[in-house]
């Protein structure tokens, strides 16, 4: 057990290394590739009115003429120790764990990114606990009551939920409930959960249940056709044989078996979440991650999506290394070696 969790840790190491090798290629060394040359990076970081040499300068004093490994590896260093920037007019600092700095808003990545992450956690958290209970509990219910009006209706709208964009449903939402009824808050609104939890619960209840009408769709799909399979194992009817109460046959032998693919899926989409629900936070107005990246792109602020990618990359590989070691605890037939 221990050997397969630090193997499982050197793998998940390896990859966030690969991650940040791809990931800073993709917006410094590709864009040379293309013809892009140094000072057209550094001409992000001056003023429209600045002469070739001040660019040319800017481009020096940033390191954009140094090899690719090098600044590949100043870039890693600024992670654990920090870094300083000097574009000519002075030298920025940027604290430990610096993942970059934006000359565009003045400010390194990592403060702004802390800004935004607790509006984005209060979103994925609500969410995901809202369909991961909703999609497994009609999954197995449709199941066991395979063909009935639920089964048809449940996968029926479950089809729906997987075909309809989330900004769809989410502006039809908002017009129902927030401007129609008034039921709940228009878009905009957040209060952080120290301030007021329920108020924070109320702001977030439309976004917790359009994001999770997505995923509770494809969760209730795949719940469905795991515990028809496994239902049908003969491991479901010796235990049956052996006098079980039904309850148990379906939850501590037939679910636990059908919940592997579940939770794969599920440490991907909690970890793709965490970096930002893009649609959502749009949608809704929302100052999270996914917000904060849609305005690096518009701003072309090439630091800042860096830091979202990384960000968000992270948290997909621990997720997907928490799913791993729930294996053996989901799933009785894994053992770890």
């Known amino acids: 057990m221990l050997t397969y969790i630090i193997r499982r840790f050197i793998g998940a190491i390896a990859m966030l290394i ?3 090798m791809v990931t800073f290629g993709i917006f410094f060394v590709v864009p040379q590739w293309a013809g892009s040359s140094p000072e057209a990076l550094a001409s992000r970081y001056v003023g429209r009115a600045a002469t070739e040499e001040t660019v040319a300068l800017v481009a020096e004093r940033l390191g954009f003429n140094d090899p690719v490994i090098v600044q590949y590896g100043r870039f890693v260093k600024g992670i654990f120790v920090g870094a300083e920037y000097d574009y000519g007019a002075g030298v920025e600092q940027c604290p430990a764990p610096c993942f970059g700095y934006s000359f565009i808003s003045g400010q390194p990545v990592w403060p702004d990114l802390l800004d935004r992450m607790p509006v984005t956690f209060s979103l994925a958290i609500g969410a995901a606990f809202l369909w991961v209970v909703g999609g497994v509990f009609v999954g197995v219910v449709s199941a066991l009551r395979r063909g009935t009006l639920f089964d048809r209706l449940s996968m029926g709208t479950a089809l729906a939920g997987v075909s309809l964009p ?9 017009v129902v409930f927030s401007y129609g009824l ?52 003969d491991y479901i009817r ?76 992270c948290f997909v590989v621990i997720a997907s290394l928490v799913v791993d070691l729930l294996y053996a605890w989901v799933d009785p037939r894994v053992r770890l070696s």
């Open 18 to 20: 690969i991650i940040s």
């Open 166 to 174: 989330i900004f769809f449903t989410g502006m039809v939402t908002l």
């Open 238 to 313: 010796t235990a049956r044989a052996k006098g079980l109460r039904e309850r148990d046959v379906v939850v501590k032998h037939g679910l636990r078996a059908a919940l592997t693919p579940i939770l794969t899926l599920f440490g991907i989409d909690f970890g793709l979440l965490i970096g930002g629900a893009v649609l959502t936070e749009t949608t809704y107005t929302l100052p999270g991650l996914g917000q904060f990246a849609i305005l690096a792109i518009r701003n072309q602020d090439l630091p800042q999506v860096m830091g979202v990618v990384l960000f968000a990359a």
């Open 182 to 233: 008034g039921w709940t808050p228009p878009g905009g609104s957040w209060t952080d959960f120290t301030v007021n939890p329920g108020e924070w619960a109320y702001n977030l209840l439309l976004p917790w249940i359009t994001l999770a009408f997505l995923f509770a769709a494809t969760y209730a799909r795949l719940t469905r056709a795991g515990m028809l399979e496994t239902m049908g194992e």
